[in-house]
């Protein structure tokens, strides 16, 4: 069996180009230099999501070009899903396909706060093209829509793929709200079970993980399945460098986690936590 596309998410998409105005890019004349993809499935979908900054500006007036752009990752995410069992998950492909444009609105959210959270950060083009956080949110909010519908080994493909382009490793079945920004983002890892709230903001090589881990019962040397191991994060967090979030702990809104940190009880709305101690630099010598 093969994938048909039926439906029409296309024009739900290029309205969506349509209504994009400065600081997101509007002009279709610039061209980038190509950036290969050892994915054609990921290549396809950011040209899809931000057309203007991969060199698919005819997909934003073109519809039969994006109509038939649509169906290839349809045809892709069908091939991709199939093999784990679902003998046919039209459906599957289908339901989230119609999720793209809503998706593509999230990211815009997500775009906006990179651009607030980064003193760095130059304009909206750059974030999207340049920046690994954004990069591994754009394939995990897509992921995650999979994983919602059952289709969770092929979701992990697509993520652990965002892990070697970024560094950055993100559960599909991780749940993050609006305006969600990690910046730098080398090391960062974030477990399945995981929630974020809005206007989350990390820094490089945090981990939001599990404490330990529960045994299955009658079934030697395997883990537990299935169960809450992992934090939920409040909204308007920060959490510094390095630190580390285990368990399924309760992180409050406007909870700020200095970098070190190491986390593994509830957090109280408006706190701040950090090291008090900080190791002292000795010097000697030579």
């Known amino acids: 069996m093969s994938y048909t596309y039926a ?3 296309h024009l ?5 180009y349509h209504d994009d105005e400065a600081p997101f890019p509007a002009d279709m004349s610039p061209r980038f230099p190509p950036r290969g993809h050892l994915r054609d499935d990921i290549d396809l979908l950011k040209r899809l999501l931000f057309p203007r900054c991969w060199n698919a500006g005819p997909y934003v007036d073109d519809e039969d070009a994006l109509k038939t752009a649509v169906a290839e990752l349809g045809a892709l995410w069908y091939d991709g899903i199939a ?14 396909l119609a999720k793209l444009p809503e998706i593509r609105r999230r990211l815009k959210k997500d775009v906006e706060a990179a651009f607030k959270g980064d003193p760095a950060a130059r304009s909206y083009i750059e974030i999207i093209r340049s920046y690994p956080g954004v990069q591994a949110i754009i394939i995990q909010r897509v992921a995650h829509a999979l994983y919602e519908e059952g289709a969770s080994e092929y979701a992990r493909e697509l993520t652990e793929y965002g892990k070697t382009e970024t560094g950055i490793d993100i559960h599909p079945g991780a749940t993050i709200g609006d305006y969600f920004f990690i910046d730098h983002g080398t090391g960062v890892v974030i477990g399945e079970t995981t929630t974020i709230g809005e206007w989350a903001r990390i820094y490089q090589n945090v981990t939001l993980g599990a404490l330990h881990f529960e045994e299955q019962e009658d079934e030697e040397h395997m883990l537990k399945k ?14 510094g460098a390095g630190s580390k979030v285990l368990g399924a702990v309760s992180i409050g809104d406007h909870v700020s986690i200095g970098a070190n940190s190491w986390v593994t009880e509830d957090i109280p709305d408006h706190t701040s936590v950090y090291i008090s101690d900080h190791p002292t ?6």
Do not use: C, F, M
């Open 7 to 9: 439906a029409d998410v």
């Open 12 to 16: 739900d998409l290029r309205a969506s």
């Open 83 to 96: 093999p784990y069992g679902d003998e046919n998950p039209t459906q599957t492909v289908d339901t989230v």
């Open 226 to 239: 299935g169960y809450k191991r992992h934090p939920d994060i409040g909204d308007s967090v920060v959490i």
């Open 281 to 286: 630099l000795e010097r000697k010598p030579k």
